[in-house]
């Protein structure tokens, strides 16, 4: 796209600022390491994760793409699939529970995206379903979301045999994201013993995009829902042309911090930066002549509590327009 406005010029200069301070998340080892004794304290140097608009198919983050960590998922991946994962294609072809009913089982195609270890040597993988077609592939059009899985193991022997067996199976237990990718799994801690998920997710469709932000606890066998859909980004770039009324671009960069109100959930903190432009008013131009705009700027600060159930906007405002 050729457009040129202070919008461009104003986003591409937070953008680029955004990734300068980019923060990796911790490691999965290092997380595990210390998932069972963090401070809620702690949770004030959480890394900032800045958020660009989502690739259709999410990369594994580098501590997940050594290969001690691919060994190791593949490991977990036969544990619980047996003889229906495929090394070759490293992922599995199997039936799992329907994500509607959890009764009936479909086919589907299986990824590992992320695994934990705990300090106990058990391990937690988190894997991508994908509905699977006659041929064995995966068959997800552009608005497929992504199905998640959860899959609690134990070690089997000797820790250095690599060997596993599996306590829990929690399958198809939410779907996100978009053309079959659940998007951006981070392990994060929710407060003081409180190990959690975050995943970032999205989907871009006739020139819009909107990335979100799901929370999930993990617990002892269990995944709970805390937040499917935090507004971290949106944008209609891809549908500004000189004919739209209004354009804009607005990144939100997100961290946990101790709750204000003492609970043992941490709030989570949303700093969003952007802009959105309007034609000027009264304005004849010549055709496929850019119109002058008038910009205003979408900067904001949202805080977002545990209310006992899930995460809640408490303090200031999402700035993130939906599409």
Partial sequence: MNYRTPLALLLASALLGACS?????????VAADVAADVPASAADAAPTEHVPPPAATAPKTDEMNT???????????????????????????ADLSDPDNHVDKL?????????????DGRAILVANAETANTEGTAESAHASSGLLNVFFLAPK?????GQWQVVKRLENIAALGSSGQLGEVHWVMLGANKPGLAIRHGYTGQGYTITQLALFEIGDGKVTALDGGIDLYS???GACT?????????????????????????????????????????VTVKPD???????TPLNGHARYAFDGKGYK????KNTVPGV
């Fill in 21 to 29: 301070d980019k923060t990796a998340p911790a490691s999965a080892d």
């Fill in 67 to 93: 290969p001690q960590a691919r060994k190791r998922e593949a490991g977990m991946m036969r544990a619980v699939f047996g003889d229906d994962y495929r090394s070759d294609s490293d992922d599995a072809l």
């Fill in 107 to 119: 086919s589907y195609v299986v990824s590992a995206v992320s695994h934990k270890l705990l300090p």
């Fill in 157 to 161: 022997g000797q820790p250095e045999d």
């Fill in 235 to 237: 944008d209609n770039m």
């Fill in 242 to 282: 000189p004919d739209m009324d209004e354009c804009w671009m607005v990144a939100g960069s997100w961290r946990f911090a101790p709750a204000r109100n003492g609970g043992s959930y941490d709030d989570l903190l949303i700093d969003f930066k952007g802009a959105s432009e309007k034609i000027k008013p009264g």
């Fill in 289 to 295: 002549q850019d119109p002058p705009r008038i910009a």
């Fill in 313 to 316: 906007l408490v303090e200031g």
